[in-house]
C-alpha cells in the first residue's frame, strides 16, 4: 500500500496535464479564466487552451509560473515596459482544472487573480481550460440541490469534524423521500471542499437530475487524511483512523440525520487518486457497509480480492487517457470474466487531472443504485 | 447615500485596529494562529496580541505585511541568516479577526501560511487574535448546525445566485418546527462567506442554542453588492438591484424551499457597514417585510424616518468602542424617547472589525423574535 501512496502524490507532482505540442501560431482571443477572483482580468485562455499570466511585482528579479510545457520548469514571465510581469504557456494545455502557483524571487505564492483550490496540502491558485464538453459540469437555469456543511462528532479524534453533503433538488421540499448516499473521497493533498469546488459534483447531479439520466441520490465529502497532513507522513499513512470517523462516525450521523436509505444496498464508496486507494481498503475491510465501489485514477480490484461477490452489485474503474487506461480496461474485464459487474472508464485527453474525475462522475452517477 | 458608502470603503481601509502603542517586553510564547493553512507554523501569535510574520522569498528586495502599529506603511520584515523574511508587529494588536496582505518586492500577494477570506474584493490572508471572550464563538461540542450552500433562481440578474442558509441543530429531524429568519448581510468588499467564515455566525448560533440563550432560527447570508464588485463602482452603488434580488426572488425562495414562519413578524433584516446602510434602506423601503433592524458599524435609524412605529419590533445599533460610540448610543436614546424599542451594544476595545459584529450578534440574538 505504501508504494501505491507514493505513486499518487508523485502523480500528482509530475503529471501537469500539458497537450501534444505544436508549434501553432498563437490566437489573440485570450479572455480571463472563469476561475478569476471578481474582476479580475488575468490569467486568461484562448481558444486554443493557451494560458496568459501578468504578474505586478516591479521590482521582482524573476517570476515563473509552475504551469508549463511538460511541466519542466514551468512558464517564465517576462518584465514588460509597465514593469509588470508577463508570458503565456509555451504550449497549449489539456481541457479542464489545472492547479498552480507563482515563483516569486525564490518563493512560492499564489495568483492574485485567481481564486484558490486546496490540492497539495495548501490552498493553490487554479486555472480553468474551457473544455469542448462543459456543458455537463456547467451552472444552468435547472433546479439546484444544496451543498450543505455538517460537523458531526467524532470521538475517535476528539473533536467535531466537517463533511459537505450533496442533497439533490427536493430534498428540502414537502417530499418524505429517502435517498440513496455514495460516499465521495478526495485526493492526496486535497480535503472535503475538493469534489464541490475543483469537481463541480453538485452541478454535475443537477445537470443530469434535470435531464432525466439518473435518479437523485445524496453525496457525502469528508475529509481523508485523518493522520496526515504533511507530504512525508503520507509515507506512514494508515488507514484505521479515517476508516473509524467514516464507518463508526459519519455515517451513522448522516443516516441519523438526513433523510438516507440506509442500508448497504443504498450505500456506495468512490474515490479519487488516493481516495481510490482508500476506497479500496475499506470497501475490502467492511463489505458489508457498501454494495457499489468506484476507484477514479485511484488503483483496481481484482477478483481474488473480494471474498463475496454476492454483496458487491458495480465495480466502477477510471482514469485518464493519458494514465493507464490499460490497467483499467484489464482490470475490468479481469473482473467481469469473475462474474462482477464491472464497468472501465476512460476520460480522452486527460491526465491524473479533475476533468478526468468529473467525467468519471458523469459516467458512475447512472449505473449507481440500480 | 453616497458619502456613507464612502465613508464605509474608507473606514475598511484605514481602520486596522491596533492597540495602544506601550512599549514593553514582547513575551517569546508564539504559537502559530488558529486560522494558519494545515501545518504551517507562521504567521504567530503571542499573548500579548503581537504577531510575527515569516515569509520565503530568498531573491526578494523588500518584503512587509500590512498589518502594523497604525496601519502606517505596516510591519516591514529583515532577511533572516537562512534567507527567509521575518518581522514581529510594532506593538500588540486588536483582539479579533484581522485582514491582511503580504507586499514583496511592490506586488501584493498572500501569505502562503495563512487562510483566504474575502474582503476588499479579493481573498485576502487572515490572522486571528485570541480574544479573551473567544468561548462564545468557539467550535465545542455542542449539537451543531448545518451551513447550507442553496442556488436560487434570479430572475432579475439572469443566473443562479448564491446565498448559505444557517439552520439550527434539529433542524434535519424529523421536526416539523418552523423557524423565524434573520437576513444578515455583509459588508463593502466581502460576500456571502463572510459572516461564517469570518464571522462565525453558526458556531455563535450553536453555542448560544446550546445554553439555552436563544430560541433557534434560521439566518440567511447572500451577495449584496450586486451590481457593484469594483471599488470605482461603489460611488454609483445603487440599492435597487440588491433589494430586488432580495425581496423578490430570495425570500419567496427560502420560505418555499425552507420551514421558515413567512411573516414580517418573524423576519428581521441585519447588515455590517455596508450592509448596515442596505440594510436601512430596505427595511425602510418595505416596511411590510421585515420587524427587526440592526445596524452593526452601519449607521442609525433617526425616529423620523420611520413612517409606521407599530411595524417595528426592535431596532439594533451597534458598533467597536474606537469607532463612533456615541452617534449608536444617541440614536438609540432618541429611538427610544421617541417610543420605539431600541437597544445599543458597544464593542469594548475593537474597531471596525469582526470582533465587533461576531459580539454585536451575540448580542442582537436573544433580542430578535420575541
Redesign the interface.
Known sequence: MKSLIIAFAAALVSITGFAQTNPTQIIEDFKPSVLN???QEYPQVNSQGYARFK????????VSVSLGLGGRGGTRLKQMPD?SWMGTTEGPMDEGFHYYDIK???????D?GA??YYGS???ESGIEIPAHDQDFYS?K?VP?G????????SPSTN??RRAFVYTPPGY??KSKKNYPVLYLQHGWGEDETAWSNQGRANLIMDNMIAEGKIEAFIIVMTYGMTND??FGGIRSFKIEPFQTVLIDELIPYIDA??RTIAKSSHRAMAGLSMGGMETHTITLNKPDVFSYYALLSGGIYTPAEIKDKSKVKLIFLSCGSKERPDGVKNAALALKEAGFNAVSYVSENTAHEFLTWRRSLRELAPLLFK
Chains 1, 2 share one sequence.
Open positions: 477572483q471578481p474582476g504578474i505586478i511585482a516591479p521590482h521582482a528579479d524573476s514593469s516569486i524571487d525564490g518563493g512560492k505564492f499564489n492574485p481564486l484558490n496540502v495548501r490552498w451552472l437555469n439546484h444544496n451543498v450543505v456543511q455538517v460537523l458531526f462528532p473533536t467535531s428540502d421540499g497532513v504533511k440525520n438526513f
